[in-house]
Nanobody, 125 residues
Framework: QVQLVESGGGLVQAGGSLRLSCVASGRAFSWSTMGWFRQAPGKEREFVATVTWNGGSTGYADSVKGRFTISRDSAKNTVYLHMNSLKPEDTAVYLC??????????????????WGQGTQVIVSS
């Protein structure tokens, strides 16, 4: 089992920045691909970013590319999402997820084995 706890969400003005954190406990963090997803009210959960087990490869949704950066610190069992130039349309609950299956790109909800509870991000215009 893996427990994932997100933090760092909040209310920010458009153009501002936030850093989300996700701390993992339980199963070996260093073996997992990690992802960030988000879900706005009434919408499907959507992919935001992913990072491989060693941090060597990352991927981003087009909507956040160039503004968000995913990183991980295996010594702290933590994955981060640095969000810059935030827009009102970035408002959502942000969830981190851990994937232990070796196949797949890390871009899809059903690839992931464990999920956190999420942290709310609200971007005001």
């Amino acid at each position: 089992q893996v427990q994932l706890v997100e933090s760092g969400g909040g209310l920010v003005q458009a153009g501002g920045s936030l850093r989300l954190s996700c701390v993992a406990s339980g199963r070996a963090f260093s073996w997992s691909t990690m992802g960030w997803f988000r879900q706005a009210p009434g919408k499907e959960r959507e992919f935001v970013a992913t990072v491989t087990w060693n941090g060597g490869s990352t991927g981003y949704a087009d909507s956040v590319k160039g503004r968000f950066t995913i990183s991980r610190d295996s010594a702290k069992n933590t994955v981060y999402l640095h969000m810059n130039s935030l827009k009102p349309e970035d408002t959502a609950v942000y969830l981190c997820a851990a994937k232990y299956r070796t196949r797949g790109s890390g871009w899809y909800v059903d690839e992931y084995d464990y999920w956190g509870q999420g942290t709310q991000v609200i971007v005001s215009s």
